[in-house]
């Protein structure tokens, strides 16, 4: 490459504030040829997996660290050769032209990329990833052809007779299997290999129910795997073991603390010894509210929205802190200042493959009932997918942890950092209960309110938790406390 000069791409800042990433998977290697808005490498952080794109065209010199390896934002992670040394600029034209002898091979465009967390934006041309090795007799019409087989999830083309090309004309490098990064994260955990799973998704995008069956089918090729398995359970976070440890071969077993679990340990520690926690119970009989919650299922207001306890258990919650807006609060140290929302951004703590999360709902209090039930199923699904943006899990000012789905009656929940509130909420089941002076099967929960002493008392933490039980005990009072 003549008059050549050299380009270090550091590690961006892919969330606000972050201040490092542990690189993943690098997609490229040294004397690959990357164009402007090229992915090459994805990363992981305290919140998110990101794939990051490369600002400019050239050819890849040298990467600076390997896969695994947690780098400090601001630090160059790959250093590619531009031509010139001028700002780099979009190009229309292939990093690589075919002779002008050869006709120029109309390419296929694969399925259009979604904006990245990466300020750089996307490239209208397709992205090109690294190629994988081809026989030396490997014809371009046949590479070519077997990117578009791959990309429809059908495995490699047959080869077509072609006119061998002349020997400067490069193969079209084969396409890796599409699928997005905590697919490929959880492929990795189970080692599953994504060339030998069966897409399903839109485009031929692999899933994560296509990995889960690609695992059941190597460990039961006889039984057919479930088509609508659940979400993998919080142990297959990938800063713990994926499968059970055998007492027979290791005594112990040592795992990284990085990512979410480095993050989410550090933001406990700094709530539970800076905020004087207390921690009030309530134990209340539900049974009208679940009632209720059939009979929402059923209307056509809430069509095809996602309508559970937590639903209505959340909008009595932004009851209570519209009754007690004290609640709804922070506490700022440098200034000495309670600091009193006047909205409410309604954190879920939400358990994903890779580690407890607590995205929220911005301006929850606006939000009429079937709009929280929209962003509540919205909230959940994208949590699942792990596509939660770290913006989504910033400025949340109370927060709700449902225990209750693992079956534990209720816990003494930490808060949030910066927030002055959170409330816990056990199982739900029958439970013998005195209900107008006979004791009857009900369905009753128990609640759990931890609250800051800094700021909120007692008298304002037991107000709260009365209200948020009032509320679940008798639903019309939403109604006339809304």
Not at 78 to 103: D, N
Not at 108 to 122: C, M
Not at 152 to 157: I, L, V
Not at 215 to 244: F, G, I, K, T, W
Request: one cysteine or more.
């Amino acid at each position: 490459m003549t008059n050549a000069s050299v380009r270090e791409f550091k590690m961006p800042d892919v969330g606000e504030g972050l201040t490092e990433a542990e690189i993943l998977k690098w997609y490229v290697q040294p004397g690959d040829t990357v164009t402007d808005g090229q992915v090459v490498c994805e990363v992981e952080t305290a919140k998110a997996a990101v794939e990051l794109p490369i600002p400019y065209d050239g050819v890849v010199r040298s990467l600076h660290f390997p896969e695994g390896t947690t780098v400090d934002v601001g630090t160059s992670i790959i250093a590619v050769e531009v031509a010139g040394g001028a700002a780099p600029a979009q190009q229309e034209a292939p990093a690589v032209p075919a002779p002008a002898a050869e006709p120029e091979q109309p390419a296929e465009q694969p399925p259009a990329r979604q904006p990245v967390l990466v300020g750089y934006g996307v490239a209208t041309s397709s992205t090109r990833r690294r190629p994988r090795k081809q026989a030396p007799d490997t014809a371009a019409g046949q590479a070519a052809s077997a990117v578009q087989s791959e990309l429809n999830g059908h495995g490699a083309a047959p080869a077509a007779p072609v006119t061998p090309p002349a020997p400067a004309v490069p193969a079209a490098p084969a396409q890796r299997p599409l699928a997005k990064p905590p697919v490929r994260k959880l492929a990795k955990d189970l080692g599953v290999d994504l060339a030998t799973v069966t897409p399903t998704g839109p485009d031929g995008v692999i899933t994560r129910e296509d990995v889960h069956a690609a695992v059941a089918a190597a460990q039961a090729p006889q039984q057919a795997a479930p088509a609508d398995r659940p979400a993998a359970p919080a142990a297959s976070a990938p800063d713990r073991p994926a499968a059970p440890v055998s007492y027979d071969s290791a005594r112990e077993t040592r795992v990284p603390v990085k990512g979410v679990r480095k993050a989410t340990a550090a933001a406990m520690v700094g709530s539970a010894f800076t905020a004087p926690h207390v921690t009030e119970f309530v134990t209340v009989d539900v049974t009208r509210t679940m009632k209720l919650v059939e009979e929402l299922k059923q209307d056509k207001e809430f069509a095809g929205l996602r309508v559970n306890p937590l639903l209505l258990i959340a909008k009595a919650l932004l009851v209570a802190i519209r009754r007690n807006p004290d609640i709804n609060a922070s506490w700022d140290e440098a200034a000495q200042e309670i600091v009193v929302k006047h909205y409410v951004n309604l954190g879920i703590a939400a358990a994903t493959p890779r580690g407890l999360i607590v995205p929220n709902i911005k301006d929850a209090h606006a939000k009429t009932l079937p709009e929280l039930a929209a962003s509540l199923g919205e909230l959940v699904s994208t949590a699942r997918e792990g596509k939660t943006s770290p913006s989504a899990m910033q400025g949340g000012t109370v927060t709700i942890t449902n225990v209750g789905v693992f079956g534990v009656d209720t816990g003494t929940p930490l808060l949030n950092p910066g927030e002055s509130a959170i409330l816990a909420v056990g199982a739900i089941k029958p439970q013998p209960w005195v209900h107008k002076g006979k004791v009857k099967p009900r369905q009753v929960t128990t609640l759990a309110l931890s609250f800051d002493h800094r700021l909120v008392d007692g008298e304002l933490g037991s107000k709260v938790l009365a209200d948020v039980a009032a509320v679940l005990e008798q639903p019309k009072r939403l109604i006339t406390w809304a």
